[in-house]
């Protein structure tokens, strides 16, 4: 049975750094891309970052860009998002999904994680 786990959120200050991790179980992580999302309150997911499993291309929302860097190692089977500089508009629970396609479109993803939450707050 496919798996993912979501660690790593918590409270940070503003220009604060977290590193969140995602590890996969019961399926093959390097057959799969993996993207990040944001949910916040009752609003839908937003994606946040995206690697393929092809070629390790990353993608991006223009709102991270500069601040936020996906990465993976297949080995651990574990997908990384490490966050700097963190602003209080980042907030929100992280979830991080295993899918095919390369893209941000929220239902193209099968498998997902329970989310880790992450606040930025003085």
């Known amino acids: 049975q496919a798996q993912l786990v979501e660690s790593g959120g918590g409270l940070v200050q503003p220009g604060g750094s977290l590193t969140l991790s995602c590890v996969a179980s019961?399926?093959?992580?390097?057959?799969?891309?993996i993207a990040w999302f944001r949910q916040v309150a009752r609003n839908g997911r937003t994606g946040v970052a995206l690697?393929?499993?092809?070629?390790?291309?990353?993608y991006y929302a223009d709102s991270v860009k500069g601040r936020f860097t996906i990465s993976r190692d297949n080995a651990k089977k574990t997908v990384y998002l490490t966050m700097n500089d963190l602003q209080p508009e980042d907030r929100g629970v992280y979830y991080c999904?295993?899918?095919?396609?390369?893209?941000?479109?929220?239902?193209?993803?099968?498998?997902w994680g329970r989310g880790t939450p992450v606040t930025v707050s003085s």
């Open positions: 999904a295993a899918g095919r396609p390369f893209t941000m479109v929220e239902r193209a993803y099968d498998d």
């Open positions: 019961g399926f093959a992580l390097d057959r799969y891309t």
């Open positions: 690697i393929s499993h092809v070629d390790g291309s990353t």
